[in-house]
């Protein structure tokens, strides 16, 4: 004879664990959400460093249209001075980053 489900461990109603499940993800997602914010938003606005392969030297990155410093995205920035696209070049020997 098997035993009835009510008798089983853990098989009451399993409202505690779930909500334990979704208390420890919520909290995962709201840590992810402050990283991100802060990478974004904190960490975006220190200038970055590149090294350039021509000189050699830690440099910031300018435009190749104005050489003025640059908001920098993926691969390409945007010139600060004309707010165009622009590809990001060596501040000292203006040679592509």
């Known amino acids: 004879m098997s035993a009835p489900w009510s008798a089983l461990p853990f098989q009451d109603d399993g409202s505690l664990q779930c909500w334990m499940v979704g208390l420890i993800i919520g909290a995962l997602v709201l840590v992810l959400a402050i ?3 802060y990478q974004r938003y904190v960490a975006g606005k220190k200038p970055v460093q590149h090294l350039c392969d021509y000189c050699g030297h830690m440099v910031t990155a300018v435009s ?3 050489h003025a410093p ?9 010139c600060m001075e004309c707010k165009q696209d622009c590809r990001l070049v060596c501040a000292r020997c203006k040679n592509p980053l």
């Open 35 to 37: 990283l991100m914010a």
């Open 70 to 78: 640059v908001r920098e995205r993926f691969l390409h920035g945007t």
């Open 64 to 66: 190749d249209c104005h």
